[in-house]
Each structure stands twice: as C-alpha cells, then as structure tokens.
C-alpha cells in the first residue's frame, strides 16, 4: 500500500504495512490518506473484501486483520485524527520532527523483545472442571428454573464455578443478609475481573478482535485484539503502580468512549485500585464532587475529546476540578487530538510514560467481595456473563454493539465487563448518533456488521423524527437482537425500533434502569428478564404489540410486587417490580437499600 504523507518508516518498513481491497474506504492505518487499493495481496487486510470481489471455490472467509497495539499507540501519538479520502496536500499532512521522533520511540519500545521467562498471560487455573452452561440444561428452562428456585446458593456456586477463573476457591456461596443487598458472596474465593476478561482468552484466541473502537470521525474504525489489549492494560497498570497507586486506592476516569479508557478501567481492577468513571459530558463542579466524595488519588483523562465533530477540553476541566481536591496527586494525560495543554507539575504525559513501561503486570488477587469500582449515577460479573448469552442470544463471533457511554452503568456492564468477560467483540461508539447525519448507527451496522444493537430511547426517538430513509438506505441483515435501555420506551418508538430498524424479525429486549418512581430496575446491575427465551422453550406468552413484551425471569432471581412474588413469568405491563424473593450477586452494592427506602 502506498504510505500517506504523514507516515514514517521504522527499520525499512511501512508502519501500517496493510493493503486495501477493492471495498474498503480506509486508507492508512496512521495517518488516514487513502493509498493504492489492492495492489499487494488478493485478501484486503483491513476490511476483508477480496480484490476480485468473488471469493474463490473452495476458500475460507477472509480474516479481518486488527490494527496492532504499535499501530494503535502510533496513531494516538499522531494526534491528528484524519479522515480517509480527506482532501489536503502532502505538505499540509507532514508531521513535526518531534512528533515523527515520538512516534519511532513508541513504536521500538513495543517490538522490544520479552525478558527470558516472561510469559503474555499470567498462568491461573479453573478451581473447577465444570464447564460452563453454553445451552440449556436438560429439561429446558423450566427445570433449570426451578432448580435455581430450591436452592438459590447452590445454582449460584455451580454456575459460578463453571464460568469463572479463581485464585482460590471460595467455602460459602452466599451469607445471606437484610435486605438482600447486603449478601455476601462466594466467601473466601479470590479471582482478578481482569484476568477473565482478558487474560483467559488471550490464552485461547489472541487474535480474537476484543474491541472495534467506532471513532468520531466516520469511517475510521480502529480494531483491537485480546493480546493488543491485555499488552495495553498490562503498561498503564504499570504506569499507575510506578506513580503509587495501588490496592484500594481510587482512581477517577474521565475520558471519551476508546479503548484507552476501557484499558483504564481494566488496568485499575488490575492492581487492585477502584475506578470511578465520569461521564465525559460533565461540568469541573460535578467531577470535582465525585474526586471529593469517593477520594481519588489520580485521574486520567484526555487533553481533548472529539464528539459529533466538535472538541470537547477535558483536560481543562480536569484542570479546573482539581483546585478543590487536596487529594489528588497525579492527572495522567493522553492525547487525543493534536492541539496543546497546559501541562502542570502533577500532570504525567501517559502514552510516553506506557512506551516505558513493562508490557507483564502481575494482577492482584482480590477478595470477592472487593470493591471493583463506585459509580456515581442510578453489577456483577458473573450475572453479567449469563445475561449476555440468555437475554441477548450471544454467540462466538458476534458483533455486540451497545452504543452507551461507559460514563453509565450501562457502559460498564455491556460495553466493557459483559462482553470483554465472555470473550465478545464489543463496539465502542465515540460519536453521536445524527453525525455527520441521521444514518450514522445503521451505517456502522452495516459496515461493522453488528448483531445485537443496544440504545437508548431517546435516541430512537430522535430518529424516528428522520423517517425511514435513513434506515433503509443501510443493509442491516446482521442485526438478531435489538435493545432498549435507559427508560421506558413509548409504544411509538417501539413500533418504530422493531418494525423499520428489526424489520419484525429481531428480538426486541426493552430494560429499565430507574431506582425512582415505578420503574425499580436500577439495583440490578444486569439485565435478569429474557425474550428469547420464551420462544425457544415454547412457554406461554401474552402477544408482543404493545412497548413491553412478555418475558422470562432468568433462574436465580423471582419477579416480586407488593401484590405477589412467585411468578417466573414476567407480566407485559409491569408496575413496582422488584426481586427480593431470592438473594441475588447481580445486585449493586447500596443501590437496593435505596430502592427500598424509595419504595
């Protein structure tokens, strides 16, 4: 491929080293000027389209090949996002000197070879053979069901042996408590978030694409690889540890939707510190709030943040937060555009420092009942990996694509922790969804070929009021399962959602997350209600016309009002629901409590 005008070459060799098929808009990996297409190889390594277009008899689908952690640190330290085909001349894409120089120096340090007796994965073992439940037991939904239902505990201690990586085996599954928020879990196991979501399938699938980060910029979409992620959060948790963070301590994140910030969340459930994830959109005043309320000795943030074309000054914000917070010692800061930022005396520029950082971090091994992160609006791991394959129908090689911030408790639980623990390709979505026009999502969900789609209400309805053309002007056949999630939907954007966007063959999942009003879902900090199946298991179902289908209670958990609390049928209309039947590890710490009081 021929190299645009802003790349380097490292030891003879173009820095991308990609050819482009006769199908992909992309150009290069670094900079973002187009080269010649299909030129090299009969396989594009970036969109997997075969340059003769017809794919010969006999052959294999092509592999889409992700961009390397080099070409990914390569392309952040570049600063200046380019768009592919963007108008410009060469001179005008030419980087500064010390720019290029930085760029050399982050991609030596990476192809660096490991210390003798380093191995990429630290080596842990299941402290149980028992595989973990990829389909129905026998007996089907309602024997698996009622056998959650006997003995809560017991359904919990297998599942989780059976889906879990442990340090060490746990003696007591559940020390019930009043109310069920205050239950204890899997007491005495010890077991890393990080090791499940990444290590154990770097193990297994290295080359697995673990993130495809959707830029803001349209068409500039980064792969990244478990092995490329894992290296990624191995160096940042190094980097914090170097500047004395470590068990326990609290680290603040305010950053945009990339594969950086899910390496900051990854990298602090790493050393054994807790992440607190601020929505990137929030004033100095309310991030100052949540640095003083939870006491965080660092954040990490952006110099900028790009969205819906438009720049976003984090670093400035961070900036104007910290003067009222004694607390915090150290602000790491990336790069995600090429503009400049005051930097001060606690300000630590974080892609040099990753560049100098070991690539192994040994993660720590943590209580089951550690705190993993403090959220500060309204999950478990283990509910999370269950939820995912039951109520979204999640299958090896999907695409899941939950366009939510991972500001949200949404974003953390199926953004990030769901998928990346049950070994998914995860989309994160950095941009919004009318730019650079109303057909942004099903453009992505054709180019992407995403399967499940998670969004919210108010973005269906602010689509709706674009009309269809929009819709169908994209191929969206990959699409099995849709999701609505932040609020009730209304009947009219259902409507709409399944009909034009699902064109009525997609499961429609509809969740709520309030811990106000009726609406009681938010201590859950995972879904526990699923469509799909109802009609794998042929169970009685009240007709799906309205906002709110019919759906089935995932075992371990029973669907209670004040009325009753025995049904495993969840009705279509549901006011005031609530589990509290069963103890249950799903439930966010301090959440319930609320909801009971509210309640």
Excluded at 114 to 143: D, F, H, K, M, T
Excluded at 157 to 183: E, I, K, N, Y
Excluded at 186 to 193: C, D, E, T
């Amino acid at each position: 491929m021929s190299l645009g005008a802003g790349c380097l070459r490292v030891r003879g060799a173009p820095v991308c080293g990609e050819s482009l098929g006769a199908g992909c808009s992309r150009g290069c990996g670094v900079c973002g000027v187009r080269g010649v297409r299909g030129v090299r190889c009969a396989v594009c390594g970036v969109c997997g389209v075969w340059r003769s277009r017809s794919r010969p008899a006999g052959a294999a689908p092509p592999r889409r090949r992700s961009l390397s952690l080099a070409r990914s640190l390569a392309r952040s330290l570049s600063l200046s996002p380019v768009r592919a085909g963007a108008a410009g001349t060469g001179a005008q894409r030419c980087v500064p000197m010390a720019l290029a120089a930085a760029r050399a120096r982050a991609l030596r340090a990476l192809s660096r070879p490991r210390p003798p007796g380093r191995l990429p994965v630290a080596a842990r073992c299941c402290c149980s053979q028992a595989g973990a439940p990829g389909a129905l037991p026998p007996g089907g939904y309602r024997a698996w069901w009622e056998r959650a239902a006997r003995d809560p505990a017991g359904f919990w201690a297998d599942v989780a042996r059976g889906w879990l990586l442990w340090d060490s085996p746990f003696h007591t599954a559940c020390q019930p408590g009043d109310p069920a928020g205050s239950a204890r879990w899997f007491l005495g196991g010890r077991l890393n978030v990080s090791v499940n979501c990444l290590d154990q399938h770097v193990e297994k699938s290295p080359n697995r694409v673990a993130l495809i980060w959707e830029r803001d910029e349209p068409g500039t979409a980064v792969h990244v690889t478990y092995r490329e992620l894992l290296d990624l959060t191995c160096r940042l948790a190094n980097t914090l540890k170097k500047y004395g963070i470590q068990k326990g301590d609290r680290v603040a994140i305010y950053m945009s939707v990339s594969p950086l910030s899910v390496a900051a969340m990854l990298a602090c459930a790493r050393i054994g510190a807790v992440h607190t994830v601020v929505f990137a959109g929030f004033s100095a005043e309310s991030l100052a709030g949540r640095i003083l309320d939870s006491g965080c000795k660092a954040v990490i943030t952006y110099n900028q943040g790009v969205r819906g074309g438009r720049i976003i000054e984090l670093k400035t914000t961070v900036d104007e937060a910290v003067k009222n917070c004694p607390s915090i010692k150290h602000v790491f800061v990336a790069q995600r555009t090429d503009n400049k930022v005051q930097m001060g005396d606690r300000d630590i520029p974080l892609e040099e420092e990753m560049t100098k950082a070991d690539s192994v971090c040994t993660p720590e091994s943590m209580d089951s009942e550690d705190m993993l992160f403090m959220l500060y609006t309204s999950g478990n791991q283990l509910a999370l990996r269950l939820s995912l394959q039951y109520v979204f129908d999640y299958q090896q090689g999907d695409v899941f694509g939950c366009v939510a911030d991972i500001g949200w408790i949404t974003g953390h639980s199926y953004v990030v922790y769901g998928p990346l623990c049950n070994g998914a390709t995860s989309v994160l979505f950095e941009s919004t969804p009318v730019y650079p026009d109303p057909g942004r999502y099903w453009e992505v969900v054709q180019r992407l070929k995403i399967n499940q789609f998670y969004g919210a209400p108010t973005a269906i309805r602010l689509l709706l009021n674009y009309g269809e053309e929009w819709v169908k002007k994209y191929d969206r056949s990959s699409l099995k399962v849709l999701g609505s999630v932040g609020e009730p939907i209304n009947k009219e954007a259902w409507q709409w959602f399944y009909q034009v966007v699902g064109e009525g063959h997609c499961t429609l999942v509809d969740t709520w997350w309030q811990t106000g009003k009726r609406q009681l879902w938010g201590a859950w900090g995972t879904l526990v209600i699923s469509r799909l199946l109802v009609g794998r298991e042929g169970l009685q179902q009240r007709e799906a016309t309205c906002c709110t289908q019919t759906g089935v209670v995932l075992p371990g958990g029973a669907l209670c009002s004040k009325d009753s609390c025995s049904s495993f049928l969840a009705p279509s209309s549901a006011p005031s629901l609530l589990f509290s039947e069963h103890q249950h590890p799903g439930v966010a710490k301090g959440a319930l409590q609320y909801v009971l009081l509210k309640s």
